[in-house]
């Protein structure tokens, strides 16, 4: 078969990791070509084209000729293959990363190429900026990551034969042999994005039994993200906290996961979830926060991760009900205004009381402002420690778990067996035969799509506010 593959760019980590693995697994099978709106940081393992139309645009910027894009792209991919290609593999279409992008699809699907278009992140989880207020193109096959959003996309319209899961793979690492020294530190191995809630981990590390640090690997890229990031830092040092930042600026990082003394994980929002199955790869426990919509699919493929919590719980009393209440309905409704999705008062004060019911609330729904109140308040007094070990018994022993290496080598070996590339392989190949002999008839509806994730029921101020300090 002959693969060729779109993404707006092709910078190092998150989505061209992904596809970096996808040309890696099928190449011994398919020829292959991948076409970018901006050309590779480093070597890549296929032929690529650069197609500046297809990056990043900005609001101002005079869009060019969608029609005219699309030839450029089937050019391209003549002058490659000698012909056209099988599949079109297209990397999170429904970002409005590129304003041109719908167009620019829709316009390839009018000249019949057979397009699977794979989505990482939705612009209705979390990104109102990246949204489409146009259709979505319809009558092509769709991929998911994992079985929420394909179960999200079953009942927004689309079809099983036309929707189809590509769980990302995992390359196997040979563990460290154990180390006699004991850690001082405890790793939280990401790139501190806010959606990582980094105010939680901060929160976390006041209740370390063996006076470990918390270490923070590496600072955010968006500006939007540093402001929050550089506040942490700053409350950190204010505060006196045992908290280092850019931890895996200039290190190994295999020597940094090595050394620590286990791995954590306090994200509210996760497209695929490889922090969920990484640490185990290292031999490592990973303690923190679990993840239900993604963490599902680990759970089914034998990953144990009961020992995880699911929420973190503080009295409402501490940042105040009402402050609480009228700056949690302010951003509901100007999110709901941003996406054109009409909300009723009643609705609005059920949820939000569904939220605080038994007069507490997650840690993960607070924005950083009222997160640093909470933090401050455990520090100050002795008894708020006690109260939040009262409602959230994991404090007492943070990082502690039964048969920790029982665990620790359980999970490697189900992460090895479903997330290896062999499987990839195989689950690649299988979807891109099914693209090229099904035509499909299929559309999403956006208001149900939009409705399944903009749910007031776990609306966090965190994930959809703008910063506050």
Not at 54 to 78: C, F
Not at 163 to 188: A, G, Q
Request: proline share 5%; with cysteine; charged share 25%.
């Amino acid at each position: 078969m002959r693969i060729a593959y779109i993404h707006y760019h092709l910078k190092m980590g998150g989505v061209t990791t992904v596809l970096k693995h996808q040309v890696e697994a099928v190449r011994p099978d398919c020829e292959v070509l991948v076409l970018t709106g901006a050309p590779p940081q480093t070597p890549f393992p296929a032929a690529t084209v650069h197609i500046p139309e297809l990056g990043y645009t900005r609001p101002s910027q005079k869009l060019a000729d969608s029609k005219a894009v699309a030839d450029k792209i089937l050019q391209a991919i003549h002058s490659k293959f000698k012909g056209t290609c099988d599949v079109l593999h297209v990397h999170n279409p429904t970002l409005a990363k590129n304003l041109s992008f719908q167009k620019i699809l829709k316009s390839l699907a009018q000249k019949n190429t057979k397009l699977f278009l794979q989505i990482h992140d939705f612009a209705e989880d979390g990104r109102p900026a990246a949204y489409f207020a146009e259709d979505y193109v319809a009558d092509c096959h769709y991929g998911v990551i994992n079985s929420r959003d394909y179960d999200i996309l079953l009942k927004a319209g689309l079809k099983k034969e036309g929707l189809h899961k590509i769980f990302n793979t995992i390359h196997p690492r040979e563990p460290k042999s154990r180390c006699d020294r004991p850690s001082s530190s405890v790793l939280y191995p990401i790139r501190a994005i806010r959606r990582k809630n980094i105010g939680e981990a901060i929160l976390l590390s006041l209740f370390f039994r063996s006076g470990e640090s918390l270490a923070i690997t590496l600072p955010p890229n968006s500006p939007a993200d540093y402001k929050s990031y550089e506040g942490w830092k700053a409350f950190a040092e204010q505060q006196h906290l045992r908290v280092e930042f850019e931890k895996g600026l200039n290190r190994d990082f295999k020597k940094l996961v090595d050394s620590a003394k286990y791995l954590i994980t306090t994200s509210i929002n996760e497209g695929f979830g490889f922090s969920f199955l990484e640490p185990w790869l290292y031999a490592k426990l990973l303690w923190g926060r679990k993840l239900s919509g993604i963490c599902h699919d680990f759970e089914k493929n034998g990953v144990l991760l009961d020992h995880l919590y699911l929420k973190l719980l503080i009295p409402v009393e501490w940042v105040g009900y009402d402050e609480l209440y009228q700056q949690w309905r302010s951003w509901v409704l100007k999110t709901c205004a941003l996406f054109q999705f009409p909300i009723a008062e009643p609705h609005l004060k059920a949820s939000f009381e569904n939220l605080t019911a038994q007069g507490t609330i997650d840690f993960g729904l607070l924005h950083e402002s009222f997160q640093k109140q909470i933090i401050i308040r455990i520090l100050r007094r002795k008894k708020n420690a006690e109260r939040m070990r009262e409602l959230n018994p994991f404090l007492v022993r943070p990082g502690e778990v039964p048969d920790q290496m029982v665990l620790i080598q359980n999970n490697r070996r189900a992460v090895l067996d479903n997330y290896n590339p062999s499987l990839y392989r195989q689950q690649l190949l299988k979807i891109y035969e099914v693209v090229c002999q099904t035509d499909i008839e299929q559309k999403i509806d956006k208001k149900v799509l939009l409705a399944a994730f903009l749910d007031l029921n776990e609306f966090s101020l965190l994930k959809w506010s703008e910063y506050h300090d």
